[in-house]
């Protein structure tokens, strides 16, 4: 059910990015729910996609919008695909954020 959603250009960037380097995380979360597989990356390059602040980021973990995991190192990776969703979102509400 997730086929209309490549317009958004930052949603292709998602795609692109899966599975970075060595550190392939997967989502287990989504694993869970029959989607395997789902690339996770880290809440800088979130908030960069998102062109937003790191802290939007945390909050939308805090209110678990975004599925994330917390490395021992205390990196913060976040879920491609509840990203994807949350892009939707922002890019629904562009008229609010733009006249700010
Ligand atoms: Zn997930």
Not at 22 to 33: A, L
Not at 74 to 99: F, H, P, Q, W, Y
């Amino acid at each position: 059910m997730f086929m209309a959603v490549t317009e958004n250009p930052a949603l292709k960037q998602l795609a692109v990015k899966k599975a970075p380097q060595s550190n392939s995380f997967c989502c287990e979360v989504c694993g869970q729910n029959g989607s395997p597989n789902i690339g996770m990356i880290s809440a800088e390059r979130a908030a960069n996609i998102c062109q937003c602040s790191r802290l939007k980021i945390y909050r939308w973990i805090d209110e678990g919008d975004l599925h994330y995991v917390e490395l021992p190192d205390g990196a913060v990776l976040v879920c491609g695909k509840t990203l994807a969703r949350k892009i939707e979102e922002l890019s629904m509400n562009t008229d609010k954020l733009n006249s700010h």
